[in-house]
């Protein structure tokens, strides 16, 4: 990038918007250092791409949908390191029983029920939510998707989201209604 290519607003772009994904990363990771990353990540792509940007008004989308690809990325590095570092475990630790205890869960909340989402449901939610993005036409440009997909996709989160948080509140109706379903099940297996 050259004089000219600094002239036409890189500078201003990074100083208005780098809190921004920056706070879009920090909600996305457990570290603040990996969200960071993401932010530089995000800003060196942008240089590169900055002869392809969008209209001005589009610019936030834009570093959103290369920090999400980031996010993305930082995520599949820490998931392999965490499974590299469970492995390396497992050898030290062989043959020690695990505690049962660990795996129960004693309450939902909403950020368990968010985790429960699919992954597509989840990052509409929080641009939404953490975001502020409530334009179906720049929610669009960040998930790569026309404006009716993208209303259609919020609308279908909501009410997945809805449902599991449902289930948290009533998970004895929940299970009856499992018992239930595998009962009608099993008494159309045997007619």
């Given amino acids: 990038m050259d004089a000219q ?25 457990d570290s603040r250092d ?23 008004a589009e610019l936030l989308p834009w570093l959103y949908a290369i920090a999400g690809n980031s996010v993305r990325d930082q995520r599949r590095s ?25 795996g129960v869960v004693l309450g939902r909340s909403i950020s368990e029920a968010l985790a429960r989402l699919p992954a597509a449901d989840r990052e509409v939610l929080l641009l939404i939510a953490w975001e502020g993005q409530t334009d179906a036409r720049m929610l669009g440009l960040v998930l790569g998707l026309r404006p009716a997909s993208a209303r259609s996709r919020v609308l279908r989160a909501r009410r997945r989201l809805r449902a599991l948080l449902d289930e948290a509140d009533n998970p004895a109706a929940s299970a009856a209604d499992q018992v239930s379903a595998a009962a009608v099940r099993q008494t159309a297996k045997e007619t």
Avoid: K, M
């Fill in 5 to 29: 290519d600094c002239e036409d607003g890189f500078p201003e772009v990074f100083d208005r918007y780098a809190p921004a994904i920056l706070r879009y990363a920090q909600r996305r990771l």
């Fill in 78 to 102: 820490a998931e392999r390191q965490r499974r590299l570092t469970g492995r390396l475990s497992a050898l030290r630790r062989a043959r020690h029983a695990a505690d049962p205890a660990e």
């Fill in 34 to 56: 990996a969200a960071q990353d993401v932010v530089s990540d995000t800003f060196t792509s942008a240089w590169r791409h900055w002869n392809r940007r969008p209209a001005p």
